[in-house]
């Protein structure tokens, strides 16, 4: 499996706190079947810069080498919607189209419609993280589908699957699940234990909901078309 959005590197921002805790994080997703991790830290007040960003995916990619650890991190981020598309085009997932995109965490913006819009004129193609999160989703799941029109795509919580967030937050997640709105589902893990890289049991919730192979398509082959730069398999609504 490949994880999309994961807040692995340490120290700059609320994900993992140390460079033992990013290791420890690594093995929690090897023992899950993860095998490739996209390093995705928040680019909201401050623009990281890339280089700085780079040397510490390849530094980590080194150690887990060393420690025989069989996944490898890639380069990406968690970029907050209402920034430039211009600014932060750089933090592209592993160099391809697709980009993260947070919106606040209390509503879909009014404009978001123009925000994505946006967001394709530079070229590249939104994914919009973990709405079923957003409370002005929770309340009508259905704001959201007219922004999935065109080169829109959706990730959700693996947590969000699970219960972990509660009820509410799990019933919007398997309501747009059924309603063919996810295409992917990702860790979002800050730390190795509460809410840690953990792929498969969230997949196996989605099996029960959309069927073995669409599930497997949310947590395998969908982020192996982005990481890779391709099409998608699944198409949005
Ligand atoms: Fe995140």
């Known amino acids: 499996m490949i994880d999309l959005h994961c807040h692995i590197l340490p120290g700059i921002d609320d994900?993992?706190?140390s460079a033992k805790e990013s290791v420890r994080m690594a093995r929690v997703a090897a023992k899950d079947g993860i095998t490739h991790i996209v390093a995705t830290p928040h680019i909201r007040d401050t623009l990281h810069p890339v280089n700085f960003l780079k040397q510490y995916v390849t530094k980590f990619n080194e150690a887990l080498q060393k420690?025989?650890?069989p996944v490898e991190i890639l380069y990406g981020a968690d970029v907050y919607a209402m920034l430039p598309?211009?600014?932060?085009?750089?933090?592209a997932i592993n160099n391809t189209q697709y980009i993260l995109i947070e919106f606040p965490y209390t509503h879909i913006s009014a404009n978001a419609s123009d925000i994505l819009f946006n967001f394709k004129m530079h070229d590249l193609v939104p994914i919009i993280t973990h709405p079923e999160r957003i409370p002005s989703v929770i309340r009508d799941p259905e704001t959201l589908f007219p922004l999935l029109s065109g080169d829109v795509y959706v990730q959700i919580t693996a947590d969000s699957l699970t219960g972990n967030f509660g009820e509410q937050i799990q019933e919007c997640a398997f309501y747009l699940l059924q309603k063919g709105a996810v295409h992917f589902i990702a860790s979002d893990a800050h730390s190795a234990i509460v809410r840690g890289p953990v792929l498969s049991e969230a997949a196996k919730i989605a099996t029960?909901?959309?069927g073995k192979e669409k599930a497997r398509m949310l947590v395998e082959d969908n982020p192996l078309a982005v990481i890779s730069g391709k099409h998608i398999h699944l198409a949005p609504l």
């Not at 598309?85 to 933090?91: A, D, G, T």
């Open 15 to 17: 994900g993992a706190k």
């Open 67 to 69: 420690w025989q650890i």
């Open 85 to 91: 598309p211009k600014e932060v085009r750089r933090y």
């Open 208 to 210: 029960k909901i959309v």
